[in-house]
């Protein structure tokens, strides 16, 4: 898939852009580490994000019959999070879920856009619905800290006050993310991510590579599928119904049977765990994470790097 060159090129100000496996890299500029201010304003870029949009006559039917999360639910001030699965109740893919301008987006990590998209579209055949990547003018950062709200009232003039609400000011959209610290996902297009960027320069924000955005899923215990892991699991294995990701009221989706009889049964299965260890092995996602008798434990879902205290911080699906 494509990315929004300008917005490559105007990162590129900031910090170092490399390319590798169809993926943009940001690394900014030389600066105090963000994980040592985590309280602080942090902004980074998500090149690793990507918007699904759902339109069509039949968008609002077709989803309420596909996702774990209610559809009905969602309103212009309030999104979800929800999946997709097969039909053996694995996830295909997860999302934050937004309803906004007649039409339904779904922001996800870009490596699970392709599988979720090509699922979507073997239900579709017989729908009215349009199932497509967002404009690539759309761009996506990442904001956190607990002064997060001082630059989005200056230049949106207010914040989503609670988890998973969003509001927008002309064209651009802010979506309050769930967990204990204050997050946030801004996007736009770059006419106004320019001067938004710019505003939260001014309050000195630290600059951070997207893999801080990572950490703090990893801190809120959520983990997100991408395309290595994408099938593998049920939603009681990514905790989705703990983050009210499923809903056990709204009927039929596809899926549904197997995930409401793990549900209701109570039966065994595979749980999330933390990890952190020593980088004396690294870890990507999709590995198996194995223990100090190399036996394995389980499959790496979030991974991310603390350099300066040499430790890898990993969230995991248990065998």
Known sequence: MQFNQDF?????????????????????????????????L???????????????????????????????????????????????????ATFYIYWRDGAYYLHLPRSAAQPLQD????????SKVNIEYDDLDWISVGIAGKHSYKPLRQYVGLEPPLPNQQCFHQDVYVHR????????????????????????LS??????????????????????????????????????????GVSFTKGCYTGQEIVARMHYLGRARPALCY???????????GDTLLDAQKQPIGTVL????????KTQYLLVVSQ
């Open 275 to 285: 990890s952190a260890h020593p980088l004396d092995i690294s870890y990507s996602i």
């Open 119 to 126: 699922a979507l579209k073997q239900y579709a055949k017989f």
């Open 42 to 92: 942090i902004i980074c870029p998500l090149l690793h994000w990507v918007w699904l949009k759902v339109s069509g006559e039949d968008r609002k039917k077709f989803l309420q019959g596909q996702l774990t999360c209610d559809v009905h639910s969602l309103t212009e001030h309030h999104g979800h999070l929800g999946a997709h699965c097969n039909r053996q109740g694995k996830v295909i």
């Open 177 to 200: 993310v769930p967990g204990t610290i204050d997050r946030f996902v801004c996007s736009t297009r770059l006419n106004q991510m320019i001067p938004l960027w710019q505003t939260f």
């Open 8 to 40: 490559i090129k105007f990162l590129s100000n900031y910090g170092f852009i490399i390319r590798e496996d169809d993926l943009y890299h940001y690394t900014p500029s030389p600066q105090k580490d963000p994980q040592e201010h985590s309280e602080e």
């Open 302 to 309: 979030e991974s991310y790097i603390d350099f300066p205290k």
């Open 203 to 244: 309050h000195k924000a630290t600059l951070a590579n997207e893999s801080i955005w990572s950490k703090y899923d990893i801190d809120h215990r959520f983990a997100h599928i991408r395309l290595k892991t994408s099938g593998l699991f049920t939603p009681h294995a990514l905790t989705l119904p703990e983050h009210q």
